[in-house]
């Protein structure tokens, strides 16, 4: 070792340090968070919190991977319910198709998604902005027709019926309503703390720099193409893992899972919740389904209360509600020190 | 897939001149939505994300003006000025919020009105499917074209919107207020500080833009059966126009849209199941070939 990599090594310690003791940490949040959802059902006999809890996790894992997408990348895709929707529909067939067990499944699922992802991905992540807003948007329209008109396959806009096979596997019975939960549970926040250690790798702080100053990234040695592709293909797998969820939660696929509005609504969350802190998307799903079943319950036109609530956080408030509280700590925090 | 009905549709010329006038309006009522969104985004460098709410505001304007009236003429006008108004509202009190603020941003406030939008028609005219019906005028004998049919009313779509991409297109390279308006697209901090109002150029592009779509839903009101939601798949598709012509082109808007309308006729013959498809396979064949679009000037 020359005297200046041992001086580069020393100098890097704290750092490697510093990171090492936040993935301690962010992995004892996990365990608790894990702990506190799993041990809800002994405390409470309520069958809706447990679903809301799943839905919850179904859309959470969708909406948190699209702020991989939108907040980190700068990628603002207006068409990753495809994923979500790819997700429950290949899950489902194989399922009923194959009879085969459900890890692997689980894990063909994946390879499909990760598959068609990448050859989207390839097409989409070279255009800028709007474009690619659009474009995810019309493969969206396209996987979501090609389920509508596919209908001996698919079953059109029926949705996959009859049910989803759920044999069971390492003594997990995902037809108890129980275990369903505690796997949903397990699955949302192995898929949380796996992305939050995606985004803070280097690879996640490469994903920032290009986000904030594409052609200087480039300039420093970095296939800016090849990380955007890397990431959309990486969303898009949670993407699916959510989908795969919520199909386990209905037993069945329906072509809403694989419309556009589901994009819509994971732009909408990320924006409630905030994308600049990594828990936002989540804190928004949790806003936005209590928001849908509160506004169903009252009226059919829940449109106009959804955009009149959008249209208050994009021009009134102008940032998520967690973006809001963050700021308001660091100001607070600043104003301290300066004192 | 069936390409016997496509190969036999291609070698008799009556089936020929049939699903290629069909294919004809379908691209022009296209081009008249798309024109709109590329000035829109030309200019004001926004996407419109509600331009399909225009299309289809035209639509039920128009429905409702021949049912009060009985008068297709007065029916296209209401149709036409009442989504201009509406535009113009539109910009001035929302989107004029959001110029220069993230893309993010601009297609939550468009989503959110989406989604108000369809309410309000669903609240005003009911959920169900409903039809302008054709108007006596219309109702004639169709003519025949080398043994094809086609109906007089046809012809009547296409002419107004031939006559619309002609004004359209000398207004914006001739006229005073094309210019400014072009200029405005390219520096409209120096346009505004030779004292002209930007703002009002901005209100009335947005303006003229939804009247185009709402021009479309208002001739497209006769045929086709009037639901809320009707405008969101006119927006995707006249989102691949211009992206297939060239985003700020109006003549790749035209061309674009008449493409897609033919692929669309054609296709549903050899493709019945797949036509939609279709129409994305091309726009990612053009996108993959030339990025910017058939007519697309810089890079996107």
């Known amino acids: ?339 | 897939m069936d390409l016997d009905a496509l190969a036999g549709c291609l070698s008799s010329s009556a089936c020929l001149v049939t699903q290629t006038t069909s294919g004809l309006i379908i691209g022009m009522l296209l081009f008249l939505v798309a024109v709109g969104l590329t000035l829109i985004f030309g200019v004001l460098k926004v996407v419109n994300f509600s331009h399909g709410a225009f299309y289809m505001f035209g639509a039920y304007f128009a429905m409702t003006a021949y049912q009060l009236t009985g008068s297709f003429a007065l029916a296209m006008l209401a149709g036409a000025a009442g989504t201009a108004i509406l535009g113009l509202i539109f910009e001035r009190v929302f989107m004029s919020r959001v110029y220069g603020a993230d893309v993010l941003m601009q297609l939550l406030v468009c989503y959110a009105f989406v989604l108000i939008f369809d309410d309000v028609v669903r609240i005003i005219w009911g959920p169900e499917f409903r039809s302008m019906g054709m108007p006596a005028a219309f109702q004639v004998m169709p003519l025949f074209i080398a043994g094809g049919v086609v109906p007089p009313y046809y012809l009547l779509l296409i002419g107004v919107a031939l006559i619309a991409a002609i004004v359209l297109g000398i207004g914006l390279t001739r006229s005073r207020i094309g210019k400014v308006i072009r200029a405005a697209a390219h520096n409209p901090g120096m346009v505004s500080a030779l004292g002209i109002n930007t703002g009002l150029i901005y209100g009335g592009v947005f303006a003229l833009g939804g009247m185009l779509a709402g021009l479309a839903g208002a001739l497209a009101a006769p045929v086709r059966s009037l639901t809320p939601g009707m405008g969101f798949s006119v927006l995707i598709e006249s989102f691949i126009v211009t992206v297939i012509g060239g985003m700020g082109s109006i003549l790749g808007a035209l061309i674009g849209a008449l493409l897609l309308g033919l692929i669309r006729s054609f296709g549903s013959l050899g493709f019945p199941l797949f036509t939609e498809g279709l129409m994305y396979l091309f726009m990612v064949i053009v996108l993959v070939s030339k990025p910017t679009g058939l007519f697309g000037k810089e890079a996107a």
């Open chain 1, 1 to 339: 070792m020359t005297e200046l990599e041992a001086g580069r090594a020393e100098r890097l310690a704290p750092v490697r340090n510093g990171m090492a003791l936040q993935r301690y940490r962010d992995v004892l949040i996990a365990l608790i968070a894990f702990a506190v959802l799993a041990s809800l059902p002994l405390f409470t006999g309520s069958k809706a919190l447990l679903d809301f809890v799943i839905r919850c996790s179904a859309y959470g894992l969708f909406a948190t991977s699209l702020n991989l997408l939108v907040g980190y990348t700068g990628l603002t895709s207006f068409g990753h319910g495809m994923f979500f929707g790819l997700g429950a529909y290949s899950f489902g067939l194989i399922m009923q198709k194959l009879g085969v067990p459900i890890p692997v499944a689980f894990v063909a699922t994946l390879a499909i998604t990760a598959l068609i992802a990448a050859v989207i991905g390839a097409i989409c992540v070279r255009l800028k902005e709007i474009y690619f807003a659009f474009v995810t948007l019309a493969f969206q329209m396209l996987i979501h027709s090609t389920i509508l008109s596919w209908a001996s396959f698919t079953g059109g806009d029926q949705g996959l019926r009859g049910g989803i096979p759920r044999p069971a596997f390492f003594g997990i019975d995902l037809s108890n309503h129980v275990h369903l939960y505690v796997t949903s549970c397990a699955l949302l926040i192995l898929g949380l703390l796996a992305m939050r250690q995606i985004a803070q790798s280097p690879f996640g702080f490469t994903l920032r720099m290009i986000r904030d100053n594409a052609a200087r990234a480039s300039f420093l040695g970095i296939d800016v193409w090849r990380a955007k592709l890397t990431v959309f293909v990486l969303a898009a797998l949670f993407a699916s893992i959510g989908g795969m969820v919520m199909a386990l939660f209905v037993s069945g696929a329906y072509p809403e899972f694989a419309y556009w509005t589901i994009s819509g609504e994971g732009i909408f969350i990320n924006m409630l919740g905030g994308v600049s802190t990594f828990l936002g998307p989540m804190v928004g799903t949790v806003l936005l389904l209590l928001l849908n079943d509160t506004v169903t319950r009252f009226t059919e036109y829940h449109g106009i209360v959804l955009g009149v609530v959008i249209l208050f956080f994009a021009l009134g408030l102008r940032k998520g509600l967690l973006d809001f509280v963050a700021e308001w700590f660091s100001r607070r925090r600043d104003a301290g020190e300066g004192r």
